[in-house]
Each structure stands twice: as C-alpha cells, then as structure tokens.
C-alpha cells in the first residue's frame, strides 16, 4: 500500500520561509504527479502546486513568485519552498500523489496534513 507522508510544517513569522517534504512509499512504480493542496479553517482545499513525470510545473496564482515546488525522483520525494509567507498561507497543507504501483495498477493517495501558520 502506498503511503504519503508530509513534515516540515511548523510556526513562522510573516516574511518568513518553510519547507514541506513529502515522501511517498510502498511498492511504487512510478509517479504520474506530486501535487501540494491546502486547506485553511472554513475554505475549501485548494491546490498550491504540482509537478509531473516530466517536469511540468503549476503554481496557483496566489503562491507564483513565493513559493517553489521541486522533486527528488529517486527519493519519490517532493518539497515546497515558502518564501515571502503570508498569514494567508496559514492552512494544513496536504500531499497528494498519483502514479502506478509495483503491479501496473494505479494509485492516488493522500498524506496526513502539515500544519504551517504565519503570524503577523
């Protein structure tokens, strides 16, 4: 079973920067997409960035110019960069990732959630 697990979420003044990783594991073939999603209390999730097998890259409108998504594809592992961090930015931020495993069939999955709040 693929399992999706983010860390590096923390407390943080505005102005500040973060890293989130995200390691997926268990019987992976290959990654389709990495994809970072955040959710602040009373809004919807939303997707912050991505980036694909070939490197395609997507940043929401409200990140591009702060924030910075990039992979490690041996490791299966992605980072999101925060510069320049907003109270805005404040949500738990989710990793999703979609590929196909070790047996062909394909897979998405979801990590636990990383907090990150920036304090004016």
């Known amino acids: 079973q693929v399992r999706v697990v983010e860390s590096g979420g923390g407390l943080v003044q505005a102005g500040g920067s973060l890293r989130l990783s995200c390691a997926a594991s268990g019987g992976i073939f290959d990654i389709n997409a990495m994809n970072w999603y955040r959710q602040a209390p009373g809004k919807e999730r939303e997707l912050v960035a991505s980036?694909?097998?070939?490197?395609?890259?997507n940043y929401a409108e409200s990140v591009k110019g702060r924030f910075l998504i990039f992979r490690d594809i041996a490791k299966n592992t992605v980072y999101l960069q925060m510069n320049s961090l907003k109270p805005d930015d404040t949500a738990v931020y989710y990793c999703?990732?979609?590929?196909?495993?070790?047996?062909?069939?394909?897979?998405?999955?979801w990590g636990q959630g990383t907090q990150v709040t920036v304090s004016s």
């Open positions: 999703y990732v979609d590929g196909r495993r070790s047996d062909l069939g394909r897979f998405t999955s």
């Open positions: 980036i694909t097998s070939s490197g395609s890259l």
